[in-house]
């Protein structure tokens, strides 16, 4: 007599309380070399850590969204420096009021084994938060905050979501994803090719301003993970710039610039995303080529010292 086939267990769920106990010890315990190795073997995270608290002691992490598949976990959330951000920078610089955002949203990816991280991946569009300073979805803020107490040391749910078992939509979902990127890549990104895969304006609005400056522009999948309705990539870029792109004329240089986005998926389409792609070291790269007349752009020495310890 033959068994019915139990249903395969996903690891997703205690991959999250780990990740969740990992906040709650950083958030109430500390940032030392002891805990951080404690929880994690990875150099990358270590460091991340250790440098935001060298600047930002006290520094809060408040999760925003996780979302797990097999032994990978992408969080996005909120960075609160709090308000010994300014009295801790470097003393060349005391006095001068910083202009920064006070929370600062990012996407992180974990991979993990044996209860502990061992490979991150982290991205933040600071550049754009801080030039937007407070600028953040107050949907957001206020989930940020609300999910801040839901990060206790039992690891318990997130979001009275407990990530159980495989959502039969999830092979549905990353097929979209990979449809849309094959069918965006290496071509010109026009509203009726978007509006096949996506009803969300936001990324459209950000295909464009990017496209903008890259027409083109290809986005390579390095990592999917998928859970229920969300579908998170982590990618990078391939392009050229051949037009103007924040306030740069065209350089022609081709680069590659990584990035990760969430995407929520809603009766076929992307019906909404949240993205982050490093945009400073994009501009910084771009600045760089050879010596042309510029348009004026703001230069802000105390953004840019922000950016530069990010």
């Not at 990760?260 to 076929?268: D, M, S, T, V």
């Amino acid at each position: 007599m033959t068994r019915p086939a139990m249903p395969q267990q996903d690891a997703g769920a205690g991959n999250k309380a780990v990740i969740l106990r990992f906040i709650d010890a950083l958030n109430n315990e500390g940032k030392t070399d002891e805990i951080l190795e404690r929880l994690t073997s990875s150099p990358a995270l270590k460091n991340k850590a250790a440098s935001y608290e060298a600047r930002y002691p006290g520094f809060q992490i408040s999760p925003v969204d996780l979302v797990a598949e097999r032994d990978l976990v992408a969080i996005r959330f909120f960075t609160d420096f709090g308000t010994t951000a300014v009295a801790s920078r470097p003393t060349e610089e005391a006095g001068r009021d910083e202009a920064r955002p006070e929370r600062v949203e990012a996407i992180a990816i974990c991979r993990l084994a044996g209860g502990r991280v061992t490979e991150f991946w982290y991205e933040s569009d600071v550049l754009g938060q801080v030039i937007a300073v407070g600028g953040q979805h107050p949907t957001d803020a206020h989930r940020a905050r609300a999910n801040r107490s839901k990060t206790d040391r039992a690891g318990n749910s997130f979001d009275g979501h407990d990530g159980a078992g495989i959502n039969e939509d999830r092979e549905a979902n990353r097929s979209l994803i990979l449809r849309y990127l094959s069918a965006l890549n290496n071509q010109e990104k026009t509203l009726e090719l978007i509006e096949r895969f996506a009803s969300d304006p936001v990324l459209a609005g950000r295909i464009f301003a990017f496209e903008s400056g890259f027409p083109g522009y290809s986005l390579l999948a390095d990592e999917i993970i998928a859970e229920g309705d969300k579908v998170v990539v982590r990618f990078h870029t391939t392009q050229r710039h051949t037009r103007e792109y924040m306030g740069i004329p065209a350089t022609g240089k081709g680069f590659s610039i990584s990035g990760i986005i969430i995407c929520r998926i809603e009766k076929g389409l992307i019906a909404e995303s949240w993205l982050q792609a490093d945009t400073w070291a994009l501009t910084q790269e771009l600045e760089e080529g050879p010596a042309r007349e510029k348009k004026s752009k703001p230069q802000c020495p105390e953004w840019r010292s922000f950016l530069a310890d990010l």
